[in-house]
């Protein structure tokens, strides 16, 4: 259980105060940025009619998504559906991480699903005041009527507990669980096949549940 619970970090002052990092999630993350970075720059290099295989997983991913956004939020597709994307395919390969020996999914780390959870949030907000602006928007915590206000706000801070713990529980969970195994067993055939489930179907599962969610939540505040 050590491998969970001892954690790399940095320590540095700010304004006075000491902030602690997670080392290892930074770094998870910056090599999660990388690969898709690497991924778009050669999926997009050359483009051609006879495309490469990276090209053709490349349009597979935009073109489904596209057409996802698209029969949700309409009109107002093009403004959300590259978040939606990115934040598919960021869970995706974060998630995938762990399959590869010596490295870890950023997502196990609850300040990664949070941050990712906020971000859905506050475009979801933002995206109900631009289409009711903020009388109609205001309105909206006082239905169906005045005292239903705290019960409202409640209601929409919970979609980012409910987002990010979620998404953390579940891939801490599978950590865990092929942890355990693995001391059970001595690292023999079950713990790769766990690792394996864990990391790509409920990678991919928890991965296109969290776009989906925040693309309904931002459908759910553009309603008019």
């Given at each position: 259980?050590?491998?969970?619970t001892?954690?790399p970090?940095w320590v540095?002052?700010?304004?006075?105060?000491?902030?602690?990092?997670?080392?290892t999630t930074?770094?998870?993350t910056?090599?999660?940025?990388a690969?898709?970075?690497?991924?778009?720059?050669?999926?997009?290099r050359?483009?051609?009619?006879?495309?490469?295989?990276?090209?053709q997983?490349?349009?597979?991913?935009?073109?489904y998504f596209?057409?996802l956004?698209?029969?949700?939020?309409?009109?107002r597709a093009?403004?959300?559906?590259?978040?939606?994307?990115?934040?598919?395919?960021?869970?995706?390969?974060?998630?995938?991480?762990?399959?590869?020996?010596?490295?870890?999914?950023p997502?196990?780390?609850?300040?990664?699903?949070?941050?990712?959870?906020?971000?859905g949030?506050l475009?979801?907000?933002?995206?109900?005041?631009?289409?009711?602006?903020w009388?109609?928007?205001?309105?909206?915590y006082f239905?169906?009527?005045?005292?239903?206000?705290?019960?409202?706000?409640?209601?929409?801070?919970?979609?980012?507990?409910?987002?990010s713990?979620?998404?953390?529980g579940?891939?801490m969970?599978?950590?865990?669980?092929?942890?355990?195994?693995?001391?059970?067993?001595?690292h023999?055939?079950l713990?790769?096949?766990l690792?394996?489930?864990?990391?790509?179907?409920v990678?991919?599962?928890?991965?296109?549940v969290f776009?989906?969610l925040?693309l309904?939540?931002?459908?759910?505040?553009?309603?008019?």
């Amino acid at each position: 259980m050590t491998a969970i619970t001892e954690v790399p970090q940095w320590v540095f002052e700010l304004a006075g105060q000491p902030v602690t990092i997670n080392a290892t999630t930074v770094v998870m993350t910056w090599i999660v940025m990388a690969l898709l970075l690497l991924f778009s720059r050669l999926a997009a290099r050359s483009l051609s009619l006879d495309p490469s295989p990276v090209q053709q997983l490349g349009e597979l991913l935009v073109g489904y998504f596209r057409q996802l956004v698209g029969s949700t939020l309409g009109g107002r597709a093009p403004r959300y559906f590259p978040l939606i994307l990115a934040l598919f395919t960021f869970i995706l390969v974060s998630n995938w991480l762990g399959m590869v020996p010596f490295l870890e999914e950023p997502t196990r780390d609850l300040n990664t699903t949070l941050g990712l959870a906020l971000v859905g949030f506050l475009v979801a907000h933002a995206a109900a005041l631009g289409a009711k602006g903020w009388r109609g928007y205001a309105r909206e915590y006082f239905q169906p009527f005045f005292l239903m206000f705290p019960l409202n706000v409640i209601g929409e801070l919970a979609k980012v507990v409910s987002l990010s713990f979620r998404l953390y529980g579940n891939i801490m969970g599978g950590a865990i669980i092929i942890l355990v195994v693995s001391r059970l067993v001595h690292h023999l055939v079950l713990p790769p096949l766990l690792n394996a489930f864990f990391g790509v179907f409920v990678g991919t599962v928890q991965a296109f549940v969290f776009a989906m969610l925040t693309l309904t939540y931002i459908a759910v505040a553009v309603q008019e």
